[in-house]
């Protein structure tokens, strides 16, 4: 039995072992998809990770990778285990699928849970992370946040332009007479920031609390949707796995 053999092998054996097979090519490339996720919200999604207060939001980009890793690792387990008729790899496999599993659905609940909090988190602390931290010692990745999304978003401001004068860089003197940040000008040139008229700044766009809470928002339901349709997929792996597993020990009896 440990090498696969059509003539010998029951008919029901044989169809379970080309449909676990055509799964773990499917679950491979599922596996890229879910890392590629991850990888994407990490690398190119993450600048405006610096102003949120929770961790949450990274936390299920690293699932996602973690997640995507195993699912390749497996499916290429799978391959052999199919074909190889080894139960020991059988059960090995259906354990990481049980693992993989729980991993994608915590991503989908964290993505979920975070959804439904972000707007309090916010205007909780928002505004207090843009008018103390920027421009401070220690805080660098805060002021590019700040200033990659003003100009991205066209904003300024957590609520409106207003909120500026709270802030401690401007109070500071360090500002250079500046009102608001240059980041918060249509056209960006030195000092731009010491005149806020709105056909200077953006000023009657509105603030950035909202069209960050949409961005943020818009990628969380991807991460949730991937985590939790990829679990689903895996539940017909599973199943396939125990009637193959089941099929092979009564052959072996």
């Given at each position: 039995?440990?090498?696969?053999?059509?003539?010998?092998?029951?008919?029901?054996?044989?169809?379970?072992?080309?449909?676990?097979?055509?799964?773990?090519?499917c679950?491979?490339?599922?596996?890229?998809?879910?890392?590629?996720?991850?990888?994407?919200?990490?690398?190119?999604?993450s600048?405006?990770?610096?102003?949120?207060?929770?961790?949450?939001?990274?936390?299920?980009?690293?699932?996602?990778?973690?997640?995507?890793?195993?699912?390749?690792?497996?499916?290429?387990?799978?391959c052999?285990?199919?074909?190889?008729?080894?139960?020991?790899?059988?059960?090995?496999?259906?354990?990481?699928?049980?693992?993989?599993?729980?991993?994608?659905?915590?991503?989908?609940?964290?993505?979920?849970?975070?959804?439904?909090?972000?707007?309090?988190?916010?205007?909780?602390?928002?505004?207090?992370?843009?008018?103390?931290?920027?421009?401070?010692?220690?805080?660098?990745?805060v002021?590019?946040?700040?200033?990659?999304?003003?100009?991205?978003?066209?904003?300024?401001?957590?609520?409106?332009?207003q909120?500026?004068?709270?802030?401690?860089?401007?109070?500071?003197?360090?500002?250079?007479?500046?009102?608001?940040?240059?980041?918060?000008?249509?056209?960006?040139?030195?000092?731009?920031?010491?005149?806020?008229?709105?056909?200077?700044?953006?000023?009657?766009?509105?603030?950035?609390?909202t069209?960050?809470?949409?961005?943020i928002?818009?990628?969380?339901?991807?991460?949730?949707?991937?985590?939790?349709?990829?679990?689903?997929?895996?539940?017909?792996?599973?199943?396939?796995?125990?009637?193959?597993?089941?099929?092979?020990?009564?052959?072996?009896?």
């Amino acid at each position: 039995m440990g090498e696969f053999n059509e003539k010998q092998t029951p008919c029901g054996t044989v169809c379970l072992k080309y449909l676990l097979f055509t799964f773990n090519c499917c679950f491979w490339l599922a596996g890229l998809a879910v890392m590629a996720v991850g990888i994407w919200t990490l690398a190119l999604k993450s600048d405006y990770i610096s102003l949120l207060a929770s961790s949450t939001y990274l936390a299920t980009a690293y699932i996602l990778v973690v997640a995507g890793v195993v699912v390749m690792v497996t499916g290429v387990l799978g391959c052999c285990a199919t074909f190889k008729e080894r139960r020991n790899l059988l059960r090995l496999y259906f354990i990481l699928l049980l693992i993989i599993f729980l991993l994608e659905i915590i991503a989908g609940v964290l993505a979920y849970v975070y959804y439904q909090q972000l707007n309090t988190e916010l205007k909780e602390n928002l505004k207090d992370t843009m008018t103390k931290r920027y421009h401070q010692p220690g805080h660098e990745g805060v002021t590019s946040a700040v200033d990659k999304l003003q100009q991205e978003f066209h904003c300024c401001g957590s609520n409106n332009s207003q909120d500026w004068r709270d802030s401690e860089w401007i109070h500071s003197g360090q500002a250079g007479k500046r009102v608001v940040p240059d980041s918060c000008c249509k056209t960006v040139v030195p000092d731009c920031g010491r005149r806020d008229h709105a056909s200077n700044i953006y000023k009657v766009e509105g603030g950035c609390i909202t069209k960050l809470e949409t961005f943020i928002q818009d990628h969380l339901r991807v991460i949730g949707a991937v985590g939790i349709g990829i679990a689903c997929v895996q539940v017909f792996g599973m199943i396939f796995t125990c009637c193959l597993y089941r099929s092979l020990k009564l052959e072996h009896y």
